[in-house]
């Protein structure tokens, strides 16, 4: 038995939360995980895991024994990335991960230029919506779009974003503009289908709930803005998704003093020892260049936001 495998093995299990989901994270086949594990339980003469209808737990020993194959494999590709000069010149292969619609808009083209300068680096790019563990998940670099609840991370802040309502010319041209929050009930809404119908506003430091009528309900953003451009009502909408068509004047930002504050968009990456540097190369290429992204997407909302205001 190949016990670094099998330990390998084992942790894509415990970190995917059962066998099945382990062997699509492995894309090996289920009987030969779950062979693995049964033989890394039989070699160590005790038992790891508890395997239920739903999911699996860790007893005791398999706690103790998971901590410690941790430990081990991340040694062992520590020396591995010291031996292939990962620690010397940027080289190797990089995952990267970024939430979809912000990644595609904003990183991927800064991505495609980071290849073409460094082409003994490969990129792995995953598009997720969810934040992921990046040592479990073996992830090098993540962009974030929140505050970051991870002390344990290091991060740098390349920007920031809001949440803006808005609505076309034309619609505010037949219905009004709204000057309050608490005159959104008057007004046609274009909600997300997998999120409450109202909406959460600061009115004098407090959070209020306003709702609009639901004129249309869409799971996709792309589908959001298409509504909102068409005069269907009103939508919110993030200023990233959005500032062609608030430097345009398409959509036309209202209620700008009740926005919220804004959040933040972070670098984030884990650090063992020393820092690759692969990693290094890409945190200091893209850095400056989705900086000055975020700056003129944030530029295009607030003139529009001061326009719409004055």
């Not at 082409?119 to 969810?130: A, C, H, K, T, Y």
């Not at 690759?276 to 945190?283: G, H, L, N």
Request: aromatic share 6%; charged share 25%; with cysteine.
């Amino acid at each position: 038995m190949d016990r670094l495998d099998a330990m390998r093995v084992l942790l894509a299990v415990v970190d995917a939360g059962s066998i099945t989901a382990g062997s699509r994270k492995l894309n090996a086949p289920l009987p030969s995980v779950s062979r693995k594990v049964a033989d890394l339980e039989r070699h160590l003469g005790a038992r790891l895991l508890v395997r239920t209808s739903r999911n699996l737990q860790l007893t005791e020993a398999g706690r103790e024994y998971v901590e410690a194959a941790r430990r081990i494999v991340a040694d062992l590709e520590e020396a591995e990335r010291r031996a292939s000069g990962e620690y010397e010149a940027p080289r190797g292969n990089l995952t990267v991960t970024m939430p979809v619609e912000f990644g595609n808009r904003y990183v991927l083209p800064i991505a495609l230029g980071f290849l073409e300068e460094h082409p003994e680096i490969s990129l792995n790019l995953v598009s997720l919506d969810r934040s992921v563990h990046l040592i479990n998940e073996q992830v090098d670099v993540a962009i974030r779009l929140a505050e970051l609840a991870d002390s344990s991370l290091y991060a740098v802040k390349a920007g920031e974003f809001r949440l803006l309502t808005c609505a076309s010319p034309a619609y505010l041209a037949r219905r009004g503009v709204p000057n309050h929050p608490c005159d959104l009930p008057a007004h046609d809404g274009i909600m997300f289908n997998n999120r409450p119908f109202f909406w959460t506003f600061e009115v004098d430091g407090e959070p209020l709930e306003a709702y609009p009528q639901t004129r249309l309900e869409v799971n996709t953003a792309a589908n959001c803005v298409a509504a909102a451009l068409e005069g269907c009502g009103i939508a919110r909408l993030f200023d990233y998704q959005i500032p062609e068509h608030l430097a345009s004047g398409a959509l036309v930002p209202i209620l700008p003093e009740h926005g919220g504050p804004a959040r933040p968009i972070h670098i984030v990456y884990s650090r063992q020892g020393l820092l690759a540097v692969k990693v290094r190369s890409f945190i200091d290429w893209t850095l400056p260049r989705l900086r000055e992204a975020c700056g003129q997407y944030r530029s295009a909302t607030l003139s529009d936001g001061l326009r719409s205001s004055g």
